[in-house]
């Protein structure tokens, strides 16, 4: 029965998912990486393709069920030396959320059945004929939740998943900043391989229902252009922003071994992706290159232009200590 009086809960607006439109073809899932195994479930997958240059953890979990090839990218990151067999799948990362659909609608071309890794970018159009994954957590402020589209996509009934057992992280980094609340955010990371195949919680769905879409997006293209206007002189990364596509960070790659540490150490919180490329002898250059000197620098709505100038001054003096 339903509820009636008592104390007031945590009041959220509700004005929709952003991927309303697609909800008779979408799954929301715990995260990401449910999602994928999800995808799993609903094929019949002979081997699964990934890039060198993911997370290790991913094709960890995922050869549990499937047999995994990994590939190299180039420095467009295009595929290279790939080639699936009728029923092998292609997992294919929209790294940083830069890439152009026509990018995505040639890799469609290229490949029989492909899976958008698009947890970095989380605004990208779905293609309806491939599996799209999509991160809450990578983008907004949320303890979990992804989401996976696709034409036809098969329901399979999925566990709860209880989001006050591990939002508090959030609460605590409102009040005391995201660095005391790091230990907590860990926490939260580490329980999904834990607990399995669960639904996005009711918390995130409310949460993801209240978010300023078009303000987030035009802040992340914003800041994400102030830092490229200076920076792109000395960035060994030739990107662009096409029109329409929201970064999740300013990737900016420079041979420095001290700049990461000295941003930190001002506060600039970078890590270093996927480092165990460095010690994978099949790994080509370029994807060694990103692993040791790649810098996420943030993007993200909830700083400035000015915040953008400071970052940017950060990377300017530490390239000079360290030059």
């Known amino acids: ?15 929709g998912h952003y991927f309303a439109a697609y909800e008779k073809d979408m799954v929301m899932l715990q995260c990401g990486r449910m ?40 420095e467009k990151f295009e595929p290279v030396g790939v080639s699936p067999e009728k029923e092998d799948y292609l997992l294919w990362v929209n790294f940083f959320g830069l890439a152009s659909p026509a990018q ?16 970095q970018a989380f605004y990208a159009k779905p293609f309806m004929q491939a599996y799209n ?12 939740g992804a989401y996976l589209i696709r034409e036809g996509i098969g329901q399979i009934e999925l566990e709860k998943n ?10 605590k980094s409102l009040e005391m900043g995201t660095n005391e609340a790091y230990c907590e955010y860990l926490d939260n990371e580490s329980r999904f391989e834990e607990e399995g195949l669960r639904e996005m919680s009711v918390l995130s769905q409310k949460i993801m229902k209240s978010i300023d879409y078009r303000r987030a997006a035009e802040r ?9 206007e200076h920076l792109q002189e000395v960035n060994e990364l030739k990107i662009e922003l096409p029109g329409g596509a929201v970064p999740m960070v300013y990737p900016l790659l420079v041979r420095n071994k001290k700049l990461r540490q000295y941003l930190i150490g001002h506060k600039v919180y970078v890590s270093q992706w996927w480092k165990a490329v460095l010690q994978d002898p099949a790994g080509n250059a370029f994807e060694k290159k990103l692993s040791e000197y790649l810098l996420p620098l ?26």
Do not use: W
């Open 35 to 74: 999602a994928f195994a999800y995808i799993l479930r609903d094929t019949n997958a002979n081997r699964l393709y990934l890039p060198r240059y993911l997370c290790p953890s991913v094709g960890e979990y995922l050869n549990r069920s499937v047999e995994i090839v990994l590939y190299d990218v180039d």
């Open 133 to 144: 994954v999509y991160s809450c957590r990578k983008f907004f402020g949320v303890g979990d």
């Open 104 to 119: 995505q609608e040639a890799i469609l071309r290229r490949y029989k059945n492909v899976i958008f890794d698009n947890t």
């Open 298 to 323: 943030p993007v993200d709505q909830r700083y400035t232009k000015e915040d953008m100038l400071d970052i940017y001054h950060l990377v300017q003096n530490g390239l000079g200590q360290s030059g």
């Open 1 to 15: 029965m339903k509820e009636y009086g008592g104390y007031l809960p945590l009041e959220l607006n509700e004005t």
């Open 220 to 228: 992340r293209r914003r800041n994400f252009y102030v830092l490229h």
């Open 162 to 171: 209880y989001g006050y057992e591990s939002g508090g992280f959030l609460l």
